[in-house]
């Protein structure tokens, strides 16, 4: 069963979803443009802020002295 054709989410390039070794991307260089895109945060899947914790309030300096 064939699944037709598809774009390259990268560069929008259409290509058969059965002879691409690299889906959903047309090559390894899209494939790697994509991760690096997630990587430097370019990216990022929508979503709630993350709770500060407790020692993110604390009082006492983060980094110490070496001095």
């Not at 990022?44 to 980094?63: K, Q, T, V």
């Amino acid at each position: 069963m064939s699944r037709g054709r598809i774009q390259c989410p990268t560069c929008r390039r259409e290509l058969d979803w059965d002879n691409a070794p690299f889906r959903p991307f047309c090559s390894e260089r899209c494939r790697l443009v994509d991760l690096g895109a997630w990587l430097t945060e370019q990216r990022a899947i929508p979503g709630e802020a993350p709770a500060a914790s407790a020692s993110d309030d604390s009082d006492e300096p983060s980094r110490r002295n070496t001095s």
